[in-house]
């Protein structure tokens, strides 16, 4: 009686591959589905010479006149590192309120300064 | 509309630097950016001068031109900001930039560059005015809290001069003709061709 021949390798293998490249090709499809701007969160096609990024909020008139009033102290030869509200101007001071960072915080930065 | 513009007296600047540290504190500038920094030439011989250099906000910009995502943008009061969220880190703008404005921080191995980051005569980014997300990325916005920039601001000789342009230019007028010599502009000398130029 003749020993049953060995199976060849393409035999057994042939039917594997239709699946495999079933779910290759699933998978690269998802994949390039996902280049989409809103799912990658930035701009991907831009247009030449065109700013395509969030738009600036402009200052408004009245500051921008707060603004005019304040380089006048530039002129002085006094330097304008005062708190500000100087001569009672309408332009706010250049000092601001103290930040509601913990005090633990700045003991820990002070402890930077000692060199220690 | 307002023009917002720098100008550095070199008669006036002692080389303080304290307009750069003023900056990098304002903005919490990290490791490695220097937004603005202080140039001296003949240092300690005579005809030493020293100006303050950061970014000019050119009115017509020519890293805006180079930029290849078109990051970089002008407000209308002449203001040249620009987008993180858009910059790619390339480095066009640095070469492109007469004034080396532009900074890189590392972003990793082999000098690869990240967002680049510059002067923004404290006027923020795109970003909502005064919010975090604003204050992280390009730091604090002065101007949208009717100040001028701190730099500027605290300058203890009123060398540094900001704001709008035609006030600017007011100021150092006045100046010019209280001397009564040249301007004292950095390269006045040579534009003007005056002997030993100042």
Redo the contacts between chains.
């Keep these: 009686m003749p020993a049953p021949r060995p199976a060849k390798m393409d035999d057994t293998m042939r039917p594997m591959w239709a699946p495999l490249t079933m779910v290759f090709l699933t998978v690269a499809a998802v994949s390039l589905g996902a280049c989409r701007e809103d799912e990658q969160g930035?701009?991907l096609l831009?247009?030449?010479?065109?700013?395509?990024?969030?738009?600036?909020?402009?200052?408004t008139a009245?500051?921008?006149r707060?603004?005019?009033h304040?380089?006048?102290?530039?002129?002085?030869?006094?330097?304008?590192?005062s708190g500000g509200g100087a001569s009672g101007s309408a332009?706010?001071p250049?000092i601001r309120p103290p930040a509601s960072t913990p005090i633990d915080a700045l003991r820990e930065r002070l402890r930077h300064q000692s060199g220690n | 509309m307002?023009r917002m513009k720098f100008l550095c007296d070199a008669e006036r600047c002692i080389e303080c630097n304290a307009c750069t540290v003023a900056c990098k504190n304002e903005h919490e500038v990290p490791w490695g950016i220097t937004r603005r920094r202080v140039v001296t030439i003949n240092d300690g011989k005579p005809g030493e001068r020293s100006i303050s250099v950061a970014c000019m906000h050119c009115s017509d910009a020519p890293c805006i031109a180079v930029c290849?995502?078109?990051?970089?943008?002008q407000?209308?009061?002449g203001v040249v900001?620009h987008?993180k969220?858009?910059c790619i880190g390339c480095g066009y703008c640095f070469y492109a930039c007469p004034f080396g404005a532009p900074q890189y921080p590392q972003a990793g191995n082999y000098g690869s560059r990240g967002k680049m980051d510059k002067c923004t005569f404290c006027a923020g980014?795109?970003?909502?005015?005064n919010s975090d997300a604003e204050f992280k990325k390009y730091g604090r916005n002065r101007?949208?809290?009717?100040?001028?920039p701190?730099c500027?601001?605290?300058?203890?000789?009123?060398a540094l001069?900001?704001?709008?342009g035609e006030?600017?230019s007011d100021?150092y007028r006045?100046r010019v003709v209280a001397r009564g010599f040249g301007s004292g502009a950095w390269g006045w000398g040579t534009a003007y061709q005056i002997k030993g130029g100042r």
């Design positions: 930035r701009v831009f247009n030449k010479g065109v700013y395509l990024g969030k738009a600036d909020t402009d200052i009245d500051v921008r707060a603004l005019g304040r380089i006048q102290r530039q002129a002085s030869g006094g330097a304008g590192t332009t706010p250049n | 307002a290849p995502v078109d990051c970089i943008y407000t209308e009061d900001l987008s969220d858009l980014g795109p970003e909502e005015d101007l949208a809290e009717g100040k001028l701190l500027a601001e605290m300058c203890s000789t009123n001069l900001a704001g709008d006030k600017v100021i006045e």
